[in-house]
Structures are given as C-alpha cells and as structure tokens.
C-alpha cells in the first residue's frame, strides 16, 4: 500500500489478487468538516461506481467478474487534509491454495513439480532435510494460476537427501508438499583442526570441498553462516562452539 500527491489531490493505493471478498475503507471527513475525503475510486484503471456520501465504503468486485486470484489495483483519489484507511487489506493477499500434482528429485539435485488450484502468486520455498531440521535454501516465484510446472537446481549433500516445497500466506502457517528424497553421488565432507585459532577447513577425500555451513555458540545463538571450502573464525572469540556442514553436526574449539 502506497500513497501520493498531485496538485491538490492525493491518492491512496493497493495492490493484489482478488480473493472474493469485499473491501472496506473508512472515509472521513474533509479537513473543513464539510463533505467526506474520498473523491474518486478507480479499479484496475476504470472509476468504480459506488456512492462516495459515507462514513465507510464497501468494494464489491464481484460485478467485475474477476477470477479468484486476478490481479487487482485500487487508486483512491482524495483531499488533501485527510486519510481514508482499508480496513481489511489483508483481503487482497493470496491464501495458499495449491496442490500437489506430482514431484521428483533427481540425484544431481534438480527437483520438479507440478501444481493445480493456484489462486494468486505465492513464492515457494525450497526446504532440504539437513542437520535435524527442515532448512530453507532457495525460493521460486508462484505463478498464481492452475496446471504450472516449476523447477529448482539445489545443492546435495553427501548420502541420503530429502526436500520439499512449501508456501507461507497471510495466516503466516506454513503448508508443505509431502517430501521426496534421493542418494546423491556427492562424497562426504569432513573439517578440521577441531582446535580452531584462524579459520575451518572442509575437504572430501583430501581435495577442498564446499559446503553450506552454519556456526552456533554454546547458547544456540547462529553467529556465522554460508557455503565454501573454508571458514574464517579469527573473529570470533574463544569458546566451544558448534557446526553444521554437509549433513552432520559436529562441535570444536576456539582457542
């Protein structure tokens, strides 16, 4: 939601994806007393027409024969001295509707899907089964629309990988796809030294392996995290810390 001015008019705007439900505002009164502040409501560039004359408005698009999941834009032209307010926003922001079709993995990490029931863009995020918990790495855009295919390059780690796709809507839960797993090729990783004065190193069969890592302190606090082949810890100070990699979790010293 943003707002603007022009010349002596001011105007009031959103932006979603229609969930066939009304939307509220509440429009004062001008600054003068006389008269209320909304002059003008323009949907998706056309004037929508509704009585300006109360105290509250209500945007019923369900004349516009939208599709649960279009795109909406509201301008709300107004004077200035004054602010309307959407009471329920919140209204124009997709729920988390899609389903399932089918999901695979292969062991180089490229996992595919296919989606049905979409009702607006969602993002997608990417979890992988790693260090006892499930681990965000990456995000694809949702299309918004039924029947939409999708694709994800991640990285495996060493033996058994296990992923899923998930969305977050306005209700801020989360709904997650059943997982898929697969062995990949790639070779375990080891660290050292376990006594740490400059920085950690990661190989695989001798040779510099990278890796996703994170570093926690004895409190569980994360404090450092990232993917490479070495660590640099000559900042952090002495301690017991630590260390997830690959697909293990292992603890050493600062010293």
Known sequence: MFAFSYNSQE??????YYQGINIHLKNPSNNDGFGFC??????????????????????????L??????????????????LPEFINAEVLRPNSTFDI?????S??????????????KLAFIVEQYKWDKWVPVGEVNGKGTNNQSYEFNLSPHSGKNEVRVCQIDKSLKKRASKSVSFISEVSAVTKSPTKVKQKINFSSKGIPAETYYQIFDAYGNIIMKGFGSSVNC????????????????????KN
């Open 107 to 120: 062991k180089d990490g490229k996992l595919k899907w296919k989606t049905k029931n979409e009702n607006g």
């Open 38 to 63: 909304i002059n003008k409501i323009t949907v998706n560039g056309d004037v929508f027409p509704v009585s300006l004359g109360n105290s509250t408005i209500t945007i019923n698009l369900k004349p």
């Open 101 to 105: 079709v089918s999901i695979s993995a």
């Open 11 to 16: 105007k009031l705007a959103i932006e979603g």
């Open 234 to 253: 000559s900042k952090i100070v002495n301690g017991l810390y630590y260390i997830n990699f690959d697909n293990k979790t292992e603890k050493f010293i």
């Open 65 to 82: 024969n939208l599709k649960i999941g279009s795109e909406v834009f509201i301008i709300i032209d107004h004077n200035s001295g004054c």
